[in-house]
């Protein structure tokens, strides 16, 4: 069956850095553009980076912009979302998914980003 497992959250001081993780299995992953989303508390899911295949294009929103580098590698089923310059409002829980033709959401990797 399709399963998305998200991991690499932690707790981090603003201006730090953390690497996040996407493991997908039951699909043909290197067929699918992915994508990371998160959700503060209280607020909706957002969209904020996609990768495409194969090529790898990227695109994000501009809250991560310049802070935030999409990455995948096809022949492991992983995505990454490198995450640097971290600020307090980028606290959320974060999750992967397919861009495009979304499938069950995995159980996410928190954030917290506070000093």
């Known amino acids: 069956q399709v399963q998305l497992v998200e991991s690499g959250g932690g707790l981090v001081q603003p201006g730090g850095s953390l690497r996040l993780s996407c493991a997908a299995s039951g699909f043909t992953f290197s067929r699918y553009a992915m994508s990371w989303y998160r959700q503060a508390r209280g607020k909706e899911r957002e969209l904020i980076a996609v990768?495409?295949?194969?090529?790898?294009?990227?695109n994000y929103a501009d809250s991560v912009k310049g802070r935030f580098i999409i990455s995948r590698d096809n022949a492991k089923n992983m995505m990454y979302l490198q995450m640097n310059s971290l600020k307090p409002e980028d606290t959320a829980m974060y999750y992967c998914n397919r861009y495009g033709s979304r499938v069950s959401w995995g159980q996410g990797t928190q954030v917290t980003v506070s000093s």
């Open positions: 990768i495409t295949t194969p090529g790898g294009s990227t």
